[in-house]
């Protein structure tokens, strides 16, 4: 921050395949290298994914070469429970930060919110250029942790202390592994603090002339409203981790009780509490899972409003009122991830409060999204159908957290497979449908390079149907008891539901079979797609109104002037729409 | 050279540096703050999260302790009363070296950061004197020695160990503003900035005095 | 293109919610006093999630297909706006979630909030990795003393008691199986050794996560005799998912039975 530089504006491309493509200050640039990171650590997580269904469905298979990713944890390629537990926790970890933090936010964000704002870069170039490498130092830390040690930590991504916070002696993964996992998270929150910074400060800042506040279009607003809370949030995480690691190796007792016995010693902890752990994570934590799902919603909604021809029901105001509302009681609720930890029974019923209130801006947020789609002229291209899945898989991932939500109904259903059934339908499956949209809907502007419709449709196709074939089942499993976290099933209960497994395997693999379309037609795109217009999908918001992809300062350093806003859909006259920079008297203005 | 920009009332002009500078029109900042004053204090709200939730957890650790521990005599709360004075002097004058460079006497104000520098250096030796005395009585992050709580000396190591980082990058970062400030590469608007993290780093420590020595006095 | 996703979501939607209705996989039987209160709850807040998950995807369904693009149609607006489609979200939601606090926190305090009967059975409950333990005060009705440096598993302290030195440890009565009697109010403090785990049984519709470092009491009790699984439910190591023990419910004569050969052994 004290550099010599100018906050902004450079006038001279850089030189060079290092500057331009490794070591890019360009936000576009950065842009998609948090893509590319996203898009390499989500098919790491779905693989991960696989052999863990692999193994749920058929416990003694022995998968070929499953012994070359783990020593210990397979021995023969058959997973051992430990192992399973490993990989569980190395997916789930990925997923949340490496994938739905780094994609519709880093991502698309970076990208974006500098040309929906009309400057010519973010507010601090190089340090959006750390906030990257930051970032993916702390992905490489976290793969180091298959390979050092005796494995990944198997503490799930959660990582509970005292399982994660007492060392090697609470099980395998658990020694430097675990330790690993702490210092990339670590480090993963000091990139999103930096990349908080740029965001906020951009925004407030750098706005073209005419581009007020109101005018932004919501995707704007959703990247912005998700760095204000993800600056808060993840500087909880932070030292949580640092307290994480002094207790792991330096002998201190944040979250260690006196009195444990491990291995026939009693430890010389003392003091002690995993409920502190438990705290300090899920005022993250929750907090995380809204950073990963409201930009996905702003981007859904920007592109339904492009693919209806008509702009948003209740305008940009009620769904960023909507936003705003869920951000601000996101911070209230991390108690609901503990109903039944221990704490005072009252604070159960404190917490499901404004649990229970948060349904209501989230409900409103879909009923003007379905209210859009009324009366709209909808031109069913895959952004649009991807968009208008996301409503689909909200409403059924939405609808599964109002039983959550309530600490009776949550005795039964806590840690069971309706939790897991919940998480995903929101994160996996609405929040991916986020990206895939937006990178349907983007990527010729990104690349210069149309993506292939056909492919796009059948992509979108297989794995909506798809999605619901492996998450919809996992409620009934819930609803029948059945444990999450296990790596298998013994108990006499269970065992009549590893059928289900079957069947969610089976649905699992293929679906993520369809995902290499979408990878093929990235790859195919990139070469040989054909040329992308400057607005190919009749757009209003100021990146259609450069080239595609954008020159180095975005603009052509040309002064913008905005005149509406971002959503001037369904006008009279011979094209329906205005576009933001459009001349004031424009039709229908 | 322009570093950054200003805003006056709803268009700002913004002057560009190197070749085939331009003044561009932007929407006026709604708090009416140049860009690195904004990261700068949306920095500080982070760093105060941290330390907040870093008291957070001390407090509900020490709340539920059976066997805390008060080991602050006469001596320790002295030089922490002295560490406070000589920091609460150090901001004001930082605030002096703000009021300088706002009036671009360029002289003045490197004197007066030479100040802040200075006693922000005793502050932190003074902190360390005490650490240093501390393990030779057998105190270390792990242990306590009198017996009590293990998460008294955690809990104190930890968050004056935060702190005294934050005092040190300081120092640093102030001294690298006083030698840039010094070539004309930085300006009085970084003055200003850095001055607002050296006032937080204060503000923090008006927290973790009183929790973690005053209220761990002897009795 | 409209037609066909209008058709596939209102098909996702109604067979999902088949599977829902014809409780093809559901709630095992509840065998305790607090269950049915929680299981009204559950059923209520079915009804009303069903209902509000249908009419979203069958709204959507019918929207897609309806509203594709067409030369010379126009854009319709939502009738009346934002305003009362804003409305009805706050108010129904509101209503409902209004609703569903207040039974809800019943049914809670039910199990939390309410003291424990003065005659419970009190048992004692130790979790480990990977194994639970039950203990039984024996004759004398009095615990012996927890010391965590006696506990081995080799040895079969499990509680770690002393009964060499401490007088009320010499009749605890300890096993692997929490057999209790039925109809009659039950209190078990759990405790746990090392890690955080969790005591779970569906029939009971109780759960309650087990810590080290605290004694959570948890009380309930069982209307129907027979035997059940107790499984763990929070992640505690690699053993985790063989983590079980059995629930035996007898009758009170029975039980007496059982509790008098345990203290003769």
Same mark, same amino acid.
């Given at each position: 921050?004290?550099?010599?530089?100018?906050?902004?504006?450079?006038?001279?491309?850089?030189?060079?395949?290092?500057?331009?493509?490794?070591?890019?200050v360009?936000?576009?640039?950065?842009?998609?290298?948090?893509y590319?990171?996203?898009?390499?650590a989500?098919?790491?997580?779905?693989?991960l994914?696989?052999?863990?269904r692999?193994?749920?469905?058929?416990?003694s298979?022995?998968?070929?070469?499953?012994?070359?990713?783990?020593?210990?944890?397979?021995?023969?390629?058959?997973?051992?429970?430990?192992?399973?537990?490993?990989?569980?926790?190395?997916?789930?970890?990925i997923?949340?930060?490496?994938?739905?933090?780094?994609?519709?936010?880093?991502?698309?964000?970076?990208?974006?919110?500098?040309?929906?704002?009309?400057?010519?870069?973010m507010?601090?170039p190089?340090?959006?250029?750390?906030?990257?490498?930051?970032?993916?130092?702390?992905?490489?830390?976290?793969?180091?942790?298959?390979?050092?040690?005796?494995?990944?930590?198997?503490?799930?991504?959660?990582?509970?202390?005292?399982?994660?916070?007492?060392?090697?002696?609470?099980?395998?993964?658990?020694?430097?592994g675990?330790?690993?996992?702490?210092?990339?998270?670590?480090?993963?929150?000091?990139?999103?603090l930096?990349g908080?910074?740029?965001?906020?400060?951009?925004?407030?800042?750098?706005?073209?002339?005419?581009?007020?506040?109101?005018?932004?279009?919501?995707?704007?607003?959703?990247?912005?409203i998700?760095?204000?809370?993800?600056?808060?949030?993840?500087?909880?995480?932070?030292p949580?981790?640092?307290l994480l690691?002094?207790?792991?190796?330096?002998?201190?007792?944040?979250f260690?009780?006196?009195?444990?016995?491990?291995?026939?010693?009693?430890?010389?902890?003392?003091?002690?509490?995993?409920?502190?752990?438990?705290?300090?994570f899920?005022? &993250?934590g929750? +907090?995380?899972?809204? %950073?990963? @799902?409201?930009p996905?919603? #702003?981007?859904?909604?920007?592109i339904? !409003? $492009?693919?209806?021809?008509?702009?948003?029901?209740?305008?940009?105001?009620?769904?960023?009122?909507?936003?705003?509302?869920?951000?601000?009681?996101?911070?209230?609720?991390?108690?609901h991830?503990?109903?039944?930890?221990?704490?005072?029974?009252?604070?159960?019923?404190? &917490?499901?409060? +404004?649990?229970?209130? %948060?349904? @209501?801006?989230?409900?409103? #947020?879909?009923?003007?999204?379905?209210? !859009? $789609?009324?009366?709209?002229?909808?031109?069913?291209?895959?952004?649009?159908?991807?968009?208008?899945?996301f409503?689909?898989?909200?409403?059924?991932?939405?609808?599964?957290?109002?039983?959550?939500?309530?600490?009776?109904?949550d005795?039964?259903?806590?840690?069971t497979? &309706?939790?897991v059934?919940?998480?995903?339908?929101?994160?996996?499956?609405a929040?991916?449908?986020?990206i895939?949209?937006? !990178?349907?809907?983007?990527?010729?502007?990104?690349?210069?390079?149309?993506?292939?419709?056909?492919?796009?449709?059948?992509?979108?196709?297989?794995?909506?149907i798809?999605?619901?074939?492996?998450?919809m089942?996992?409620?009934?499993?819930?609803?029948?008891?059945?444990?999450?976290?296990?790596?298998?099933?013994?108990?006499?209960?269970?065992?009549?539901?590893?059928?289900?497994?079957?069947?969610?395997t089976?649905?699992?693999?293929?679906?993520?079979?369809?995902?290499?379309?979408?990878?093929?037609?990235?790859?195919?795109?990139?070469?040989?797609?054909?040329?992308?217009?400057?607005?190919?999908?009749?757009?209003?918001?100021?990146?259609?109104?450069?080239?595609?992809?954008?020159?180095?300062?975005?603009?052509?350093?040309?002064?913008?002037?905005?005149?509406?806003?971002?959503?001037?859909?369904?006008?009279?006259?011979?094209?329906?729409?205005?576009?933001?920079?459009?001349?004031?008297?424009?039709?229908?203005? | 050279?322009?570093?950054?920009?200003?805003?006056?009332?709803?268009?700002?002009?913004?002057?560009?540096?190197?070749?085939?500078?331009?003044?561009?029109?932007m929407?006026?900042?709604?708090?009416?703050?140049q860009?690195?004053?904004?990261?700068?204090?949306?920095?500080i709200?982070?760093?105060?999260?941290?330390?907040?939730?870093?008291?957070?957890?001390?407090?509900?650790?020490r709340?539920?302790?059976?066997?805390?521990?008060?080991?602050?005599?006469?001596?320790?709360?002295?030089?922490?009363?002295?560490?406070?004075?000589?920091?609460?002097?150090?901001s004001?004058t930082?605030?002096?070296?703000?009021?300088?460079?706002?009036?671009?006497?360029?002289?003045?104000?490197?004197?007066w950061?030479?100040?802040?520098?200075?006693?922000g250096?005793?502050?932190?030796?003074?902190?360390?004197?005490?650490?240093?005395?501390?393990?030779?009585?057998?105190?270390?992050?792990?242990?306590n020695?009198?017996?009590?709580?293990?998460?008294?000396?955690?809990g104190?190591?930890?968050?004056?160990g935060?702190?005294?980082?934050?005092?040190?990058?300081?120092?640093?970062?102030?001294?690298?503003?006083?030698?840039?400030?010094?070539?004309?590469?930085?300006?009085?608007?970084?003055?200003?900035?850095?001055?607002l993290?050296?006032?937080?780093?204060?503000?923090?420590?008006?927290?973790?005095?009183?929790?973690?020595?005053?209220?761990?006095?002897?009795? | 293109?409209?037609?066909?996703?209008g058709?596939?979501?209102?098909?996702?939607?109604?067979?999902?919610?088949?599977?829902?209705?014809?409780?093809?996989?559901?709630?095992?039987?509840?065998?305790?006093?607090?269950?049915?209160?929680?299981?009204?709850?559950?059923?209520?807040?079915?009804?009303?999630?069903?209902?509000?998950f249908?009419?979203?995807?069958?709204?959507?369904?019918?929207f897609?297909?309806?509203?594709?693009?067409?030369?010379g149609?126009?854009?319709?607006?939502?009738?009346?706006g934002?305003?009362?489609?804003?409305?009805?979200?706050?108010?129904?939601?509101?209503?409902?979630i209004?609703?569903?606090?207040?039974?809800?926190?019943k049914?809670?305090?039910?199990?939390?909030?309410?003291?424990?009967?003065?005659?419970?059975?009190?048992?004692?409950?130790?979790?480990e990795?990977?194994?639970?333990?039950?203990?039984?005060?024996g004759?004398d009705?009095?615990?012996?003393?927890?010391?965590?440096?006696?506990?081995?598993?080799?040895?079969?302290?499990?509680?770690?008691?002393d009964?060499?030195?401490?007088?009320?440890?010499?009749?605890?009565?300890m096993?692997?199986?929490?057999?209790?009697p039925?109809?009659?109010?039950?209190?078990?403090?759990l405790?746990?050794?090392?890690?955080i785990?969790?005591?779970?049984?569906p029939e009971?519709?109780i759960?309650?996560?087990?810590?080290?470092?605290?004694?959570?009491p948890?009380?309930?009790?069982?209307?129907?005799t027979?035997?059940?699984?107790?499984?763990?439910?929070?992640?505690?190591?690699?053993?985790?998912?063989?983590?079980?023990?059995?629930?035996?419910v007898l009758?009170?004569?029975?039980?007496?039975?059982?509790?008098?050969?345990?203290?003769?052994?």
């Open positions: 921050m004290h550099d010599a530089q100018p906050a902004v504006h450079h006038h001279t491309a850089p030189e060079g395949f290092i500057a331009k493509y490794v070591f890019s360009d936000h576009k640039v950065i842009g998609l290298q948090y590319g990171l996203a898009l390499l989500v098919f790491i997580g779905m693989v994914s696989w052999l863990m692999l193994h749920l469905g058929w416990g298979l022995a998968i070929p070469g499953l012994h070359l990713l783990s020593r210990n944890g397979a021995p023969g390629n058959i997973m051992t429970p430990e192992y399973y537990l490993s990989l569980m926790t190395m997916h789930g970890t997923m949340v930060f490496f994938v739905l933090t780094n994609a519709p936010l880093a991502g698309f964000g970076n990208y974006f919110l500098p040309i929906q704002v009309g400057a010519a870069d507010a601090f190089r340090m959006n250029m750390m906030s990257f490498w930051v970032t993916f130092a702390a992905f490489i830390t976290l793969m180091l942790s298959f390979f050092v040690g005796d494995g990944p930590p198997l503490s799930g991504w959660t990582a509970y202390a005292t399982l994660s916070s007492v060392g090697g002696a609470s099980g395998p993964g658990e020694a430097t675990q330790t690993f996992w702490a210092i990339a998270i670590a480090l993963f929150c000091v990139g999103q930096l908080s910074l740029n965001f906020i400060t951009t925004t407030l800042d750098l706005r073209a002339k005419g581009m007020t506040l109101a005018r932004m279009p919501l995707t704007t607003w959703a990247w912005f998700t760095a204000c809370i993800g600056l808060l949030a993840f500087a909880d995480l932070l949580a981790c640092i690691i002094l207790d792991r190796s330096f002998g201190t007792s944040f260690n009780p006196a009195g444990m016995v491990l291995n026939g010693q009693v430890t010389k902890y003392s003091g002690g509490s995993p409920l502190l752990w438990q705290h300090l899920w005022f &993250f929750h +907090p995380e899972v809204y %950073i990963a @799902i409201i996905s919603f #702003g981007i859904v909604s920007h339904l !409003t $492009v693919g209806a021809r008509k702009p948003l029901l209740g305008g940009t105001r009620v769904m960023t009122g909507c936003i705003l509302a869920a951000a601000f009681l996101s911070y209230m609720v991390w108690g991830h503990m109903f039944l930890s221990g704490l005072n029974p009252f604070s159960a019923i404190l &917490f499901s409060v +404004p649990t229970l209130i %948060i349904t @209501i801006p989230f409900t409103v #947020g879909v009923l003007m999204l379905i209210g !859009t $789609v009324y009366g709209a002229k909808l031109r069913f291209n895959t952004a649009t159908l991807f968009s208008l899945g409503i689909s898989v909200f409403v059924s991932g939405g609808i599964s957290g109002f039983f959550l939500a309530q600490p009776s109904i005795i039964y259903l806590h840690a497979y &309706f939790v059934a919940h998480f995903h339908f929101v994160m996996a499956v929040s991916i449908f986020g895939f949209a937006g !990178t349907y809907f983007w990527m010729p502007k990104m690349i210069g390079r149309m993506m292939n419709e056909t492919l796009g449709k059948v992509h979108f196709w297989l794995t909506f798809g999605v619901y074939c492996i998450f089942p996992m409620h009934y499993l819930g609803l029948a008891g059945n444990v999450r976290r296990y790596a298998a099933f013994t108990d006499n209960f269970l065992v009549p539901l590893i059928p289900v497994h079957k069947f969610i089976v649905a699992a693999l293929a679906t993520g079979a369809v995902q290499f379309i979408f990878l093929w037609n990235l790859f195919h795109t990139r070469f040989w797609g054909p040329k992308a217009p400057d607005n190919p999908w009749d757009a209003t918001s100021l990146e259609w109104s450069t080239t595609s992809p954008p020159p180095f300062d975005n603009f052509g350093g040309r002064q913008l002037v905005v005149n509406h806003d971002a959503y001037q859909y369904g006008v009279e006259g011979p094209k329906d729409y205005i576009m933001q920079t459009d001349p004031a008297e424009a039709a229908g203005d | 050279m322009e570093s950054d920009f200003h805003s006056k009332g709803k268009d700002i002009e913004v002057s560009e540096s190197g070749a085939g500078a331009h003044a561009v029109i929407e006026a900042s709604p708090f009416g703050l860009s690195k004053k904004l990261a700068i204090w949306l920095f709200a982070s760093d105060a999260v941290t330390f907040g939730v870093l008291l957070f957890g001390y407090s509900y650790l709340l539920g302790s059976l066997d805390w521990s008060y080991p602050f005599k006469g001596a320790s709360i002295l030089n922490g009363f002295i560490m406070t004075v000589i920091l609460l002097t150090s004001l930082m605030l002096a070296a703000v009021i300088a460079a706002k009036h671009d006497d360029k002289r003045r104000c490197l004197r950061i030479g100040f802040t520098i200075l006693l250096t005793i502050f932190a030796v003074l902190h360390l004197r005490e650490w240093f005395h501390m393990f030779g009585e057998g105190w270390a992050i792990y242990k020695p009198l017996g009590g709580s293990p998460v008294f000396a955690a104190f190591f930890g968050i004056t935060l702190h005294l980082l934050h005092v040190i990058s300081g120092v640093i970062a102030l001294s690298i503003l006083a030698i840039r400030y010094n070539n004309g590469v930085l300006d009085k608007n970084h003055v200003e900035t850095t001055s993290y050296w006032h937080f780093v204060d503000l923090v420590w008006m927290f973790v005095f009183p929790i973690m020595y005053l209220m761990n006095a002897a009795r | 293109m409209g037609k066909a996703l058709v596939v979501t209102a098909v996702i939607g109604l067979v999902s919610a088949y599977f829902f209705v014809a409780h093809t996989w559901w709630l095992p039987v509840d065998i305790s006093t607090t269950g049915p209160a929680i299981d009204r709850q559950f059923n209520e807040t079915m009804i009303e999630a069903g209902i509000l249908l009419a979203a995807q069958l709204l959507l369904g019918l897609c297909w309806q509203y594709g693009d067409k030369p149609r126009k854009i319709k607006h939502w009738p009346g934002p305003k009362p489609v804003v409305a009805f979200g706050i108010i129904i939601v509101g209503l409902e209004l609703a569903l606090s207040l039974f809800g926190a049914a809670w305090g039910a199990i939390y909030l309410t003291p424990v009967a003065s005659n419970a059975l009190h048992i004692d409950v130790q979790a990795q990977f194994a639970f333990f039950f203990r039984y005060p004759p009705g009095q615990f012996g003393k927890i010391h965590p440096e006696l506990m081995s598993d080799d040895n079969g302290d499990y509680f770690g008691i009964p060499a030195n401490d007088v009320a440890a010499r009749d605890d009565i096993v692997g199986t929490l057999t209790i039925v109809n009659k109010p039950i209190l078990l403090t405790h746990s050794k090392d890690m785990h969790d005591f779970y049984v009971l519709r759960q309650q996560d087990i810590l080290p470092g605290l004694v959570i948890i009380h309930f009790t069982a209307t129907k027979g035997r059940w699984e107790i499984v763990c439910t929070q992640l505690c190591g690699l053993g985790h998912y063989s983590m079980r023990a059995f629930l035996e009758p009170q004569d029975q039980f007496d039975d059982w509790l008098k050969q345990q203290s003769g052994d």
